[in-house]
């Protein structure tokens, strides 16, 4: 168990339809980072931040947003779902934004299907 | 532009016996973590082995182990003694530069698929 942790487990929804998925991490991490998992695309970043604010973006549609709390927990918003959102969506969580080691750590993730 | 390569698409060996996963990585920076990830089925990444670019040493946690060639940008996974458990999915990636917080995204490769036979 990694610390960190993601809701809902599974997701399944139609396309058009907006949903939020949200992640909690590691008691005293301030990153926070969503990763994408796909059969075509791999593991793909998309977006990181730190004690709430957005630090580093990466192929993260505009359809796409997301946001970290003051309590540090983070959603990633995703609206007009299309069948290619369908993937195992990752959060991850560390100590500090940047420096040696600061590894991160994976939730379990959350497993969205658009249909 | 960093680039993480996995080669091996898949992997068997017999429990008991050594395996190495292997991964090339390309950067301009000098300064870079390399990361090992375990994926099993369940779906969850589990974090493995890390190794910075400035470190000497080769990483070692518990079976694992982590061959680092920096001349070659190799940095092979080692597991020694595999047990049937370590039947997963297995991704190298790569973080860059510290001290830059845009570069704190891990990039991964296309991962391993190793399985143990009894």
């Known amino acids: 168990d990694s610390g960190v942790t993601q809701t809902p487990k599974h997701l399944i929804t139609a396309t058009g339809q907006r949903v939020t998925l949200r992640c909690s991490p590691r008691?005293?991490?301030?990153?926070v980072y969503w990763y994408q998992q796909s059969l075509d695309q791999g593991l793909q970043f998309l977006i990181q931040?730190?004690?709430?604010?957005?630090?580093a973006k990466g192929n993260i549609l505009e359809r796409f947003s997301a946001q970290q709390f003051p309590d540090l927990h983070s959603e990633l918003n995703l609206s007009s779902l299309e069948l290619g959102d369908s993937a195992l969506y990752f959060c991850a969580s560390s100590a500090r934004d940047r420096g040696t080691g600061n590894e991160q750590f994976f939730g379990p993730g959350t497993r969205l299907t658009v249909l | 532009a960093q680039k993480i390569t996995q080669t091996q698409p898949g992997m068997f060996v017999q429990e008991k016996e050594a395996v190495t996963l292997d991964c090339t990585y390309d950067?301009?920076?000098?300064?870079?973590?390399l990361f090992w990830y375990k994926q099993p089925s369940s779906g969850e990444m589990i974090f493995l082995i890390y190794?910075?670019?400035?470190?000497?040493q080769n990483a070692t946690e518990g079976r694992y182990s982590l061959n680092f060639q920096k001349a070659r940008k190799s940095a092979n996974l080692v597991i020694s003694a595999s047990q049937l458990g370590d039947s997963a999915m297995y991704f190298c990636a790569m973080r860059g530069p510290s001290g830059n917080t845009g570069f704190q995204k891990l990039v991964f490769g296309t991962g391993t698929r190793l399985l143990v036979s009894p």
């Open positions: 190794q910075g670019s400035y470190d000497e």
């Open positions: 950067t301009s920076d000098q300064s870079y973590g």
């Open positions: 008691s005293g991490d301030l990153s």
């Open positions: 931040y730190y004690n709430g604010e957005e630090r």
